[in-house]
């Protein structure tokens, strides 16, 4: 028994000693919960180049993607809790506890909270062979096409997922929906014409909008945006669908019990990231607004997404969309 607890104190000492050095030269791997190429995926490696900076260290990216970002959030709440596993997500955080009736994990106590890293406002983008050119000119084709229109989606509670719920209800129209693994996936078939509508991140669709290769017809920012490649883009608003606003948030995440020494030093590295000159052009460039208030304290995140989770469940539960 004795050399039981004298083992146990010196693992203890030892992981202390490991969690001063952390990272060290061991790589971090951010899992990404949709598919490579794609907003979220954008973001993550965007960041990723500016935490290698902050935390010295390789930073890698594992895209595991599916059901709506659950896939890959239970595998980092199933990795060890030691800072070498993070997860980037966004919204879906908060939306999947009411959409899904069987999730592996709690978003709330299965994770330690990193802090909020970035706001991306959405666009409703078309395939290019769509003839309306302009919103008014997709309201009457939408009219004509009734019950044969169909409107991509990176799964349940993704952000393409909700905004296309949003934008349905706003033009009193149901479409078919068509999940994916992720709107990189998606766009492949907007561009391929196999889908006709998409409502997607900026962070995905602001060079595909700039090079003319899909139709773009709004932004759900209250105002114009001020990206050069997005300031023609109407708002939603302005466009008669009031009060039609979607901006999609991502935070960073660890699993429930890592050390607070190696919290500590991820976030730290996170703050220092964020204010990275390369990563900030980048995001702003592609319309996202990197965080630089209280917002990216963990305690200030964390509170944010309870509020998230009570704002999303009632209205999720309302429109009886749900997986077993
Ligand atoms: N974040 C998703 C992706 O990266 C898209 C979405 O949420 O709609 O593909």
């Known amino acids: 028994m004795k050399n039981l607890i004298a083992f146990a104190a010196i693992a203890a000492a030892a992981f202390c000693v490991h969690a001063q050095d952390f990272p060290g030269s061991k790589p971090i791997t951010i899992v990404v919960p949709f598919a490579a190429g794609g907003p979220t995926d954008r973001v993550a490696r965007d960041l990723g180049e500016a935490l290698q900076k902050s935390l010295g260290t390789t930073v890698v990216i594992d895209n595991t993607a599916g059901a709506g970002s659950s896939i890959g959030t239970a595998k980092v709440a199933r990795a060890a809790p030691d800072g070498y596993m993070l997860l980037l997500n966004h919204i879906g955080m908060s939306t999947m506890p009411a959409l899904y009736r069987k999730l592996p994990f709690n978003v709330e106590t299965d994770f330690e909270?990193?802090?909020?890293?970035?706001?991306?406002?959405?666009?409703?983008?078309?395939?290019?062979?769509?003839?309306?050119?302009?919103?008014?000119?997709?309201?009457?084709?939408?009219?004509?096409?009734?019950?044969?229109?169909?409107?991509?989606?990176?799964?349940?509670?993704?952000?393409?997922?909700?905004?296309?719920?949003?934008?349905?209800?706003?033009m009193k129209v149901e479409m078919t929906p068509v999940p994916y693994k992720g709107t990189a996936p998606a766009i492949s078939d907007l561009l391929g014409g196999q889908i006709d509508l998409l409502c997607d991140q900026?962070?995905?669709?602001?060079?595909?909008?700039?090079?003319?290769?899909?139709?773009?017809?709004?932004?759900?920012?209250?105002?114009?945006?001020?990206?050069?490649?997005?300031?023609?883009?109407?708002?939603?608003?302005?466009?008669?669908?009031?009060?039609?606003?979607?901006?999609?948030?991502?935070?960073?995440?660890?699993?429930?019990?890592?050390?607070?020494?190696?919290?500590?030093?991820?976030?730290?590295?996170?703050?220092?990231?964020?204010?990275?000159?390369?990563?900030?052009?980048k995001q702003e460039g592609l319309g996202a607004v990197v965080v630089t208030d209280d917002r990216v304290q963990p305690a200030q995140h964390k509170k944010f997404v309870a509020s998230e989770i009570a704002k999303w469940g009632p209205i999720i539960k309302a429109a009886g969309v749900y997986a077993d």
Not at 268 to 275: M, Q
Request: aromatic content about 8%; charged content about 20%.
């Open 113 to 170: 909270y990193l802090g909020m890293v970035n706001e991306v406002p959405m666009t409703l983008i078309g395939r290019p062979t769509l003839p309306a050119n302009n919103f008014k000119e997709l309201t009457t084709w939408i009219g004509e096409n009734k019950g044969k229109i169909n409107l991509g989606n990176a799964g349940l509670g993704a952000a393409s997922h909700l905004c296309g719920l949003l934008f349905q209800s706003a």
């Open 202 to 281: 900026t962070t995905n669709t602001t060079s595909f909008i700039e090079a003319k290769k899909v139709k773009a017809y709004g932004v759900t920012t209250a105002k114009r945006l001020s990206t050069p490649a997005l300031k023609d883009l109407p708002t939603m608003a302005e466009s008669g669908l009031k009060g039609f606003e979607v901006s999609i948030w991502h935070g960073l995440y660890a699993p429930k019990g890592t050390p607070p020494a190696v919290l500590t030093k991820i976030n730290e590295g996170l703050k220092t990231a964020l204010k990275d000159p390369g990563f900030v052009k």
